[in-house]
């Protein structure tokens, strides 16, 4: 069983700019949920996708965007970033209407 | 709105002994309550979950209590090792699926420290 796998696993940029993360969901599961880590706290939510489409998002503006494709793989994508961006994001996978969801190692972004 | 409080904030145990990590909720739709372990550079691991239909759980080491009148549940780890040294995450969610979607309220986190 293949467990969640994201990447890259560390990434540098700077304010103003784009950037794509990329989840790849344990085997079998069809819902992939996003989720910010700030240092020293618990993950937020971000949103979860399910069917290609998203269902559900937490406290975050329209910048923090996402696709799902049809093997489940998923991508966050977060437009003008801002110093406060700067976490580490963490890939979720489930089955949907299901827990436990299973975190993958997360990406960690830093913001210049 | 902080909906998981946790408490302690950091914690230091002798080998051998019981650490214990406590979490109060608020939403009385949570009904699912997993506790989640995370080492510096990994994402949070399940480490064991608990519906509130029973009031312990236990699964080796690791035991979760649930009050559900008091709105709290605890993490127990008996015989602490020093490989135990991690922070653990304390979570809710409310029911999944139809148009639901189960996302999960972490608490803010408890950093263990097991000294040999």
């Known amino acids: 069983e293949t467990g969640v796998t994201q990447s890259p696993t560390h990434l540098i940029k700077t304010r103003g700019q784009q950037v794509t993360l990329r989840c790849s969901s344990q085997?079998?599961?069809?819902?992939v949920s996003w989720y910010q880590q700030a240092l020293g706290q618990g993950p937020q939510f971000i949103f979860q996708y399910y069917r290609e489409e998203e269902n559900g998002r937490g406290n975050f503006p329209p910048r923090f965007s996402g696709l799902q494709f049809p093997n489940y793989s998923s991508e966050l994508n977060v437009n003008a970033l801002e110093l406060d961006d700067s976490a580490l994001y963490l890939c979720?996978?489930?089955?949907?209407?299901?827990?436990?969801?299973?975190f993958g190692d997360g990406t960690r972004l830093s913001i210049l | 709105q902080q909906q998981v409080k946790q408490s302690p904030q950091s914690l230091i145990v002798q080998k051998g002994g019981i650490s214990i990590i406590n979490c109060a909720y608020e939403n009385t739709a949570f009904d699912y309550f997993p506790w989640y372990q995370q080492f510096p550079g990994k994402g949070p691991a399940l480490l064991i979950a608990i519906r509130p239909d029973v009031s312990e759980k236990k699964e080796g080491r690791f035991t979760i209590s649930f009050n559900k009148s008091a709105k709290q549940f605890s993490l127990h780890i008996m015989d602490s090792q020093p490989g135990d040294s991690a922070t653990y995450f304390c979570?809710?969610?409310?029911?999944?699926?139809?148009?639901?979607?189960?996302?999960?309220?972490f608490g803010q986190g408890t950093i263990l420290t097991v000294h040999p």
């Open positions: 979570a809710a969610s409310k029911p999944g699926g139809g148009t639901s979607y189960g996302k999960l309220t």
């Open positions: 979720a996978s489930s089955l949907w209407g299901n827990q436990p969801q299973h």
């Open positions: 085997s079998g599961h069809n819902t």
